[in-house]
């Protein structure tokens, strides 16, 4: 059975510079397919102050969660996701799937962690 939406936004996105030394800044857009195809997952980052940057694509296997991390990702024209920067997240998948974003920020010790559901468009 598929549960999940097609199309899901997530308004706070921030990648971190600054570590501890031991655990590294970072954030995760984690998605859940229960569906019993390969989501083929696509997303583009919006910004208060420049165009949006397109293209950083992810699949999650059918019947799979996948934890896509942020800093390991680039888009397709070899572009990582800014750090520093404050942006927006649209998440496109060709299934539906579920979507939940988390941040670890590891700048001062004591690790600061959040995450949320991400708002599924009908």
Not at 3 to 9: S, V
Not at 83 to 111: F, G, H, T, W
């Amino acid at each position: 059975m598929e549960y999940g939406k097609k199309l899901w936004l997530l308004g706070d996105g921030y990648w971190d510079s600054h570590s501890n030394g031991i655990f590294v800044s970072h954030e995760s857009i984690c998605v859940l397919n229960t569906s019993d195809k390969d989501a083929k997952v696509n997303m583009t980052l919006y910004f208060e102050d420049q165009d949006p940057m397109y293209d950083f694509i992810a699949v999650c296997g059918a019947k799979r969660t996948h934890h896509i991390r942020m800093d390991k990702l680039k888009n397709a024209q070899g572009l990582p996701v800014p750090q520093d920067k404050p942006y927006a997240i649209m998440v496109e998948s060709n299934v539906p799937v579920i979507v939940q974003y988390s941040r670890l920020m590891s700048s001062q010790p004591e690790l600061g962690l959040m995450t949320t559901m991400g708002y599924p468009v009908e």
